[in-house]
T-cell receptor, first 111, second 109 residues
Framework: KAGVTQTPRYLIKTRGQQVTLSCSPI?????VSWYQQTPGQGLQFLFE???????NKGNFPGRFSGRQFSNSRSEMNVSTLELGDSALYLC??????????FGPGTRLTVT | KNEVEQSPQNLTAQEGEFITINCSYS?????LHWLQQHPGGGIVSLFM???GKKKHGRLIATINIQEKHSSLHITASHPRDSAVYIC???????????FGEGTQLTVNP
């Protein structure tokens, strides 16, 4: 089986812009979770989607949003980018057994 | 106090040494994960535990639910084991993870 893929791998944006990141889970996995990793805050949970529904949400402002499509692919969107949004964004897919498989991440730099 | 505490934060070992990384948590969990992150960012899931002990090659993970504590052991450490090891706990719904700060392991030849 192919692993979790994330696109793009690297991205540079300017403050105030918006960005959309994509995650394709392992075939058959219906749950996709998103995480943000920064040097200061470490890894933090953003949200989880299961069967096109947001099942869990972390403590992030409303500028962070996501969605999941019927093929389980997921996107996350960050609007009105701030310098502090510079981070590695990771997605992970899981089956009903809850073991999580992480993608390679998208490294976002906001200038 | 963080919900997930790891120790030590940094660990330097000589090749061949036995290594232990500890994780304590303060909330009820459905599972505990040990993750490995190499420079460049990619995260690999090493173990998912809800009780007892698991072994994979030179890696062993244990969990004590009553004491809310888990350990990751590496036997016969090797320089390729150098990475950040992260403990993460899953709450009731299973997929939402809360992470420890990670342990930076360096194994010197």
């Amino acid at each position: 089986k192919a692993g979790v893929t994330q696109t793009p791998r690297y991205l540079i944006k300017t403050r105030g812009q918006q960005v959309t990141l994509s995650c394709s889970p392992i075939s058959g996995h219906r749950s996709v979770s998103w995480y943000q990793q920064t040097p200061g805050q470490g890894l933090q949970f953003l949200f989880e989607y299961f069967s096109e529904t947001q099942r869990n949400k972390g403590n992030f402002p409303g500028r962070f949003s996501g969605r999941q499509f019927s093929n389980s692919r997921s996107e996350m969107n960050v609007s009105t980018l701030e310098l502090g949004d510079s981070a590695l964004y990771l997605c992970a897919s899981s089956s009903l057994a809850y073991e999580q498989y992480f993608g390679p991440g998208t490294r976002l730099t906001v200038t | 106090k963080n919900e997930v505490e790891q120790s030590p934060q940094n660990l330097t070992a000589q090749e061949g040494e036995f290594i232990t990384i500890n994780c304590s948590y303060s909330v009820g969990i459905s599972a505990l994960h040990w993750l490995q992150q190499h420079p460049g960012g990619g995260i690999v899931s090493l173990f998912m535990l809800s009780s007892g002990k698991k072994k994979h090659g030179r890696l062993i993970a244990t969990i004590n639910i009553q004491e809310k504590h888990s350990s990751l052991h590496i036997t016969a450490s090797h320089p390729r084991d150098s990475a950040v090891y992260i403990c993460a706990v899953a709450g009731g719904s299973g997929s939402r993870l809360t992470f420890g700060e990670g342990t930076q392991l360096t194994v010197n030849p």
